[in-house]
C-alpha cells in the first residue's frame, strides 16, 4: 500500500508533482527515487516532511536508515527537497521555474497496470474487428446464419469456454460487423443485455455479453448441456 505524497523543491516554488511511495521506503531508498524526480543528486538533498495544509515542517528526514513511516508521514502530507548544491539548483530552478500545475505521475507499480490494461483493450478492440480475425462480414453473415436466438452455446474466451444461450443475434450500434448476444446462467458477463442505452435483450445485472460469432460454438439439441 502506498502513499500519495506532494514533493516540492526548494529552487522552484511553483514545482509540484504528486508520487506514491510506500512507507516502507528508506529516506536512502527515498532519495535515489527522488533524484530522478527532481534532478538533485541524493547527496545533495536535505529532505522535509510538510504538512500539507499549513506548508510548516513536521519533520526534518535526516536519518537515512529510517522509513517515512518511522517519520509518521501521512497522505497527502508534502516532500520538500533542499538542494544544497548551488549549481544545480540553479539549474532546477531554471527548469521547473515555469511549472504552475501539479502533475500527477503514477506508481512503477501503477504504470505497469496501466500498460497492461491498454494493452488488454487494445487486444479486446482488435478481436472486435472481423478483419483482424481474417473475416469478412459476408463470412460472419454467414456464421450468424447457424446461430438462432434460444440456441444452447458454448462462448471461447481465454479462460476456457462458458455456457450460455443466445438472446440476440445480429448488428449492433457500439460495433462493427455481426454479434451474438448470450446470457449465461451465472454473473460472469458484463451488462444486462444493454449497452449504451441501448437494449438488445433483457437478463440479470452481469449475465449477458455481447461476442462475435466466431467465438461461438452451437451445441448440438442431442448433446447435455
Given at each position: 500500500m502506498s502513499i500519495t505524497l506532494e514533493v516540492t523543491h526548494s529552487a522552484a516554488a511553483e514545482f509540484k508533482v504528486l508520487k506514491q511511495?510506500?512507507?516502507?521506503?528508506t529516506i536512502k531508498e527515498l532519495k535515489s527515487k527522488l533524484q530522478f524526480v527532481v534532478g538533485t543528486e541524493p547527496k545533495d538533498q536535505l529532505l522535509e516532511l510538510r504538512d500539507g495544509m499549513t506548508?510548516?515542517?513536521v519533520a526534518?528526514?535526516?536519518?537515512?536508515t529510517k522509513t517515512l513511516q518511522d517519520y509518521g508521514a501521512q497522505e497527502s502530507q508534502i516532500i520538500h527537497v533542499v538542494d544544497t548544491n548551488p549549481v544545480t539548483s540553479d539549474l532546477a530552478a531554471l527548469q521547473f521555474g515555469d511549472a504552475s500545475a501539479v502533475r500527477f505521475e503514477l506508481s512503477e507499480e501503477q504504470e505497469k497496470a496501466r500498460k497492461e490494461r491498454m494493452a488488454a483493450a487494445k487486444a479486446a478492440k482488435a478481436a472486435a474487428s472481423p478483419a483482424k480475425v481474417g473475416l469478412t462480414e459476408e463470412q460472419e453473415k454467414e456464421l450468424v446464419s447457424k446461430i438462432n436466438v434460444g440456441d444452447e452455446v458454448l462462448v471461447k474466451s481465454d479462460a476456457g469456454q462458458r455456457k450460455g444461450t443466445v438472446q440476440f443475434v445480429g448488428?449492433?450500434?457500439f460495433g462493427p460487423?455481426?454479434?451474438?448476444?448470450?446470457m449465461f446462467p451465472d454473473p460472469v458477463g458484463k451488462n444486462d443485455g444493454s449497452v449504451k442505452g441501448t437494449r438488445y435483450f433483457t437478463c440479470e445485472p452481469n449475465h449477458g455479453s455481447f461476442c462475435r460469432p466466431h467465438l461461438i460454438e452451437v451445441v448440438p439439441k442431442s448433446a447435455e448441456f
Amino acid at each position: 500500500m502506498s502513499i500519495t505524497l506532494e514533493v516540492t523543491h526548494s529552487a522552484a516554488a511553483e514545482f509540484k508533482v504528486l508520487k506514491q511511495y510506500p512507507p516502507t521506503i528508506t529516506i536512502k531508498e527515498l532519495k535515489s527515487k527522488l533524484q530522478f524526480v527532481v534532478g538533485t543528486e541524493p547527496k545533495d538533498q536535505l529532505l522535509e516532511l510538510r504538512d500539507g495544509m499549513t506548508k510548516s515542517v513536521v519533520a526534518k528526514l535526516d536519518d537515512d536508515t529510517k522509513t517515512l513511516q518511522d517519520y509518521g508521514a501521512q497522505e497527502s502530507q508534502i516532500i520538500h527537497v533542499v538542494d544544497t548544491n548551488p549549481v544545480t539548483s540553479d539549474l532546477a530552478a531554471l527548469q521547473f521555474g515555469d511549472a504552475s500545475a501539479v502533475r500527477f505521475e503514477l506508481s512503477e507499480e501503477q504504470e505497469k497496470a496501466r500498460k497492461e490494461r491498454m494493452a488488454a483493450a487494445k487486444a479486446a478492440k482488435a478481436a472486435a474487428s472481423p478483419a483482424k480475425v481474417g473475416l469478412t462480414e459476408e463470412q460472419e453473415k454467414e456464421l450468424v446464419s447457424k446461430i438462432n436466438v434460444g440456441d444452447e452455446v458454448l462462448v471461447k474466451s481465454d479462460a476456457g469456454q462458458r455456457k450460455g444461450t443466445v438472446q440476440f443475434v445480429g448488428k449492433v450500434e457500439f460495433g462493427p460487423g455481426y454479434w451474438v448476444g448470450v446470457m449465461f446462467p451465472d454473473p460472469v458477463g458484463k451488462n444486462d443485455g444493454s449497452v449504451k442505452g441501448t437494449r438488445y435483450f433483457t437478463c440479470e445485472p452481469n449475465h449477458g455479453s455481447f461476442c462475435r460469432p466466431h467465438l461461438i460454438e452451437v451445441v448440438p439439441k442431442s448433446a447435455e448441456f
